[in-house]
């Protein structure tokens, strides 16, 4: 497994892009609006995604600002068998709270765990996503 990306989500899509890319110095390595789900992914970082972790702004139309509390997302990992990680992790006593399927309003094959404190973990199923300008995330609007 590796991490993917962190997902936040922003009040204003050009600010929070301009925050990371202008004063941070990371690089927008794509951004994608999804009008079915009313929701824009921009991925933002240093490098490639084959390559580096990245963090996934995620712009939910209508919606200028979240409190402090909800304004985390979920970290991603990606796995070679998104099926058998989740038995794994059910069998270890892991609380599965997304079954493995295709994401809303896409094609990738996503799940999700919750660890003790409630925090959601997006597994990503590996290789079977396309290129990297294809890759779509999760569940933007929950």
Known sequence: MRLLHTMLRVGNLEESKKFYCDILGMKLLRQKDYPGGEFTLAFVGYGDEADHSVIELTYN??????????????????????????????????????EPGPMKHGSTVIAFVEDPDGYKIELIQLGTQGSSQEKETATAAS
């Open 61 to 98: 139309w209508g919606t200028d600002h979240y409190d402090l509390g909800n304004g985390y997302g979920h970290i991603a990992l990606g796995v070679d068998d998104i099926y058998s990680t989740c038995e794994q992790i059910k069998a270890a006593g892991g609380k599965i709270t997304r």
